[in-house]
């Protein structure tokens, strides 16, 4: 049985990275692009799911002062969030070889998508509007012994007519992941830069 040091992972490791980093780059721009800033994309659309989300609850809170001061975390943190989740579950493990099967791309895409570009940005918006709609008294908010039934209340209609940007986010990131893998896929598959193939 071979024994194999930290050291010895660590160089096997960077240059698996250093090899598919370098058929990467022999890829056309639009290719490159879509694998370098899948991540990017994610994060956007989590953005919008924020924005959409925050929209939604301020209609039904009555929430009209912080537009700015509200609708900016729900941009910012979603996207954020869905960027970096992206990056360290799909991108990454698959620019660094450690993920070689579409199917794990799909459903870690998917994942991603439907958790932190989806319903996260939801969940956040709940408390950012509630916390406003007690602030400036624009609703009235529940007694105590009320307060979750209140909220369920208010958030159904809200998941309903999230659900389309949910879903929609879900696919997209479940798509990515698959399209991610196959140009991978088609950049190994390119010839070394300098060789001559016959």
């Known amino acids: 049985m071979e024994n194999h040091k930290p050291d010895d992972t660590i160089k096997e490791n960077s240059t698996i990275f250093s090899i598919i980093?370098?058929?990467i780059d022999q890829l056309p721009e639009s290719?490159?692009?879509l694998l370098e800033h899948g991540s990017t994309y994610i994060g956007l659309n989590a953005a919008l799911c924020g924005l959409i989300?925050?929209?939604?609850f301020r209609r039904v809170l009555n929430?009209?002062?912080a537009r700015i001061a509200a609708g900016l975390p729900m941009a910012v943190i979603p996207f954020v969030?869905?960027?970096t989740t992206y990056s360290a579950?799909?991108?990454?493990?698959l620019t660094t070889g450690d993920l070689n099967c579409e199917t794990c791309m799909v459903t870690r895409g998917g994942l991603v998508g439907l958790v932190f570009g989806g319903l996260y940005p939801v969940f956040l918006a709940l408390p950012v509007n509630g916390g406003l709609a007690a602030r400036y008294q624009s609703a009235l908010l529940p007694e105590k012994g009320n307060i979750l039934t209140y909220w369920i209340r208010i958030?159904?209609?809200i998941f309903r007519k999230m659900l389309f940007p949910i879903l929609l986010q879900t696919v997209f990131a479940a798509y990515l992941g698959s399209k991610q893998y196959k140009l991978l896929i088609k950049a190994l598959q390119l010839?070394?830069?300098?060789l001559k193939v016959h």
């Open 63 to 65: 929430v009209t002062p």
């Open 31 to 33: 290719d490159r692009n």
């Open 81 to 83: 969030t869905g960027y």
């Open 155 to 157: 958030s159904k209609p």
């Open 21 to 23: 980093t370098r058929k």
């Open 191 to 194: 010839p070394e830069p300098g």
């Open 89 to 93: 579950f799909v991108t990454l493990p």
């Open 53 to 56: 989300a925050n929209s939604l």
